[in-house]
Nanobody, 116 residues
């Protein structure tokens, strides 16, 4: 079973930046579109950004212009560069494939807290 491991979260002030990384135990990135998701306290998990196998990215309106998703298939990693962070970005961030039908078990996620 593929294991997804997210890292890079932390505490940051509003306006700050963080870079999240996702690594997989197998070579899955070259054959799946990937996505970053987040779950804020008391809310359902939501899709933040996706990237196709060919590198085409899409973003939720709430993060467009501030977040950038990228992938390195050779290194089996997907990253999420988050700039101009806001308190409402506070959540646990997860990576997985971009379609429910192909999703793997969710990892532990990485906590992002935006607070002054």
């Amino acid at each position: 079973q593929v294991q997804l491991v997210e890292s890079g979260g932390g505490l940051v002030q509003p306006g700050g930046s963080l870079r999240l990384s996702c690594a997989a135990s197998g070579s899955i990135f070259s054959i799946y579109g990937m996505g970053w998701y987040r779950r804020a306290p008391g809310k359902q998990r939501e899709l933040v950004a996706t990237i196709t196998i060919g590198g085409i990215a899409n973003y939720a309106d709430s993060v467009k212009g501030r977040f950038t998703i990228s992938r390195d298939n050779a290194k089996n990693t997907v990253t999420l560069q988050m700039n101009s962070l806001k308190p409402e970005d506070t959540a646990v961030y997860y990576c997985n494939t971009d379609r429910v039908a192909t999703m793997f078990l969710w990892g532990q996620g990485t906590q992002v807290t935006v607070s002054s």
